[in-house]
């Protein structure tokens, strides 16, 4: 799979968009993106994934740059329970269901 | 709900013996199912890859027979940390990949469970 790379920290205040940034610069054409998000003394959780086209669900969008180098993971209005550490992974899809987990970026939601 | 449980969510145990973590699917079956073990401020680090009715895959620098991996059933899976030691605190975590679903997201993780050796 793909290596990722992410800023360690970001922070935000409430109710703001967070931007979480993304490069993974040597992303093969049928690796997918996909983010996951670990709060504090939890299990990873599933937020979006896409291959190509930008994707919105009830929790995030995910902007795929043209190139598919790089990727933004938006939370529209961050709230302070959105702190935690945001993990991008490439992966084929539905194989290779081992993840390999980067540091990540640690977001902290400010009032 | 849960799709994964684990448990048990926290345990506590003296040096030198061995402490059970159980990884149940709960919304289907699941033929593979990994472990996980993540250090406080650490990222998440793959231990082994849990394989129904045959032996578990290791990653380099895991110890097999330190870590004892069962998958007897299609929806349970046991990892046994045997002769702990106070460097084997840490948390650990298992997912499972719902392969068969038509879902986009196929991985589900567990609660996770915090082991402290004393």
């Known amino acids: 799979d793909a290596k990722t790379t992410q800023p360690p920290s970001m922070d935000c205040a409430e109710g703001r968009a967070a931007n979480l940034p993304c490069n993974h610069s040597?992303?093969?054409?049928?690796?997918?993106v996909y983010w996951y998000r670990q709060i504090h003394s939890q299990g990873p959780q599933y937020i979006i994934h896409?291959?190509?086209n930008n994707e919105t669900n009830e929790m995030a969008s995910l902007i795929i740059t043209e190139d598919r180098k790089s990727s933004t993971l938006i939370l529209p209005h961050a709230t302070l329970r959105d702190t935690a550490v945001y993990y991008c992974?490439?992966?084929?899809?539905?194989?290779?269901?081992?993840?390999?987990f980067g540091t990540g970026t640690r977001l902290q939601v400010m009032l | 709900g849960a799709v994964v449980s684990q448990h048990p969510s926290r345990v506590i145990c003296k040096s030198g013996t061995s402490v059970k973590i159980e990884c149940r699917s709960l919304?289907?079956?699941?033929?593979?199912m990994f472990w996980y073990r993540q250090f406080p401020k650490q990222s998440l680090m793959l231990m082994a890859t849990?394989?129904?009715?045959?032996?578990?895959?290791?990653e380099q620098g895991v110890e097999k027979d330190k870590f004892l991996i069962n998958h007897a059933s299609l929806t349970l899976s046991t990892l046994t940390v045997t002769s702990a030691h106070p460097e084997d605190s840490s948390f650990y975590i298992c997912?499972?990949?719902?392969?068969?679903?038509?879902?986009?997201?196929?991985?589900?993780f567990g609660e996770g469970s915090w082991l402290t050796v004393v």
């Open positions: 997912s499972v990949d719902a392969a068969a679903g038509d879902a986009g997201n196929t991985i589900y």
């Open positions: 040597t992303i093969s054409g049928n690796e997918y």
């Open positions: 896409g291959l190509k």
């Open positions: 992974i490439v992966r084929v899809f539905r194989t290779a269901s081992k993840l390999t």
């Open positions: 919304d289907f079956q699941a033929t593979t």
């Open positions: 849990s394989n129904e009715g045959s032996k578990a895959t290791y």
